[in-house]
């Protein structure tokens, strides 16, 4: 079957680290997406890894692990507007299986 | 307009209703999807239109009725619909034929049923 895990929910500090982690096992695999989604609005692209490694753009890096079924996502120098919930989502030849989100609260 | 958009934002309906959720893309895209997002679950694919075919029904119940036009519009028709089928419908679009180009989505429709 298909099986994707996220933290439910996790908090952080302004201007910390924080990373959150999606393993995957899926039946095919072509990629890894991330997204971002602040409430009441829609998921906005933030990543995509097919190899394995780190990928960073600015504040935000995604890595992958393809053996290990494993990716993070990682923020730097958190902002109080980071606060959203961030979906892991499997590629399987542009159809995604989506996780179900860490909901992600950042504080002063 | 830019992106993705759909209409209403908001729909109540009663379960002898029938009404229609309508999707449009200016991207440029030639494919579409519908996503069902409820409350503490994974974001469910629905259906799937490349070049305007459907190619992907995820044992969807017959109450739920996809239309493609053409490759900027999608609807979604509903009828008779249960309480369990309030949620975060959602739209978006990519390019069909390369499995890594991001999927773009539009801000959804949040549907009640009562």
């Known amino acids: 079957g298909q099986n994707i895990d996220q933290p439910t929910e996790m908090t952080a500090t302004e201007g910390a680290i924080v990373q959150i982690n999606c393993t995957y096992q899926?039946?095919?695999?072509?990629?890894l997406f991330w997204y971002q989604q602040h409430a009441g609005e829609a998921p906005t692209f933030l990543s995509y890894?097919?190899?394995?490694g780190l990928e960073e753009k600015g504040r935000f890096s995604s890595f992958l692990s393809r053996s290990k079924g494993y990716s993070y996502l990682l923020l730097k120098e958190l902002q109080m507007k980071d606060s959203a919930s961030y979906l892991c989502?499997?590629?399987?030849?542009?159809?995604?299986?989506f996780g179900q989100g860490t909901e992600l609260s950042v504080k002063p | 307009e830019t992106g993705v958009t759909q209409t209403p934002r908001h729909l109540v309906m009663g379960m002898t209703n029938k009404k229609s959720l309508k999707c449009e893309q200016h991207?440029?895209?030639?494919?579409m999807y519908w996503y069902k997002q409820s409350a503490k679950k994974p974001l469910e694919l629905m259906f799937v239109?490349?070049?305007?075919?459907?190619?992907e029904n995820n044992s969807v119940p017959s109450r739920f009725s996809p239309e493609c036009p053409n490759s900027s519009h999608l609807f979604l028709h509903l009828h008779t619909l249960q309480p369990e089928d309030s949620a975060l419908y959602l739209c978006?679009?990519?390019?069909?034929?390369?499995?890594?180009?991001?999927?773009?989505f539009g801000p959804g429709t949040r549907l009640t049923v009562t």
């Open positions: 978006a679009s990519s390019q069909a034929g390369d499995s890594s180009y991001e999927q773009y």
């Open positions: 899926t039946s095919g695999f072509n990629g």
């Open positions: 890894n097919v190899l394995d």
């Open positions: 989502a499997v590629n399987q030849g542009g159809k995604l299986i």
């Open positions: 991207l440029g895209h030639n494919a």
């Open positions: 239109y490349s070049l305007e075919e459907r190619v």
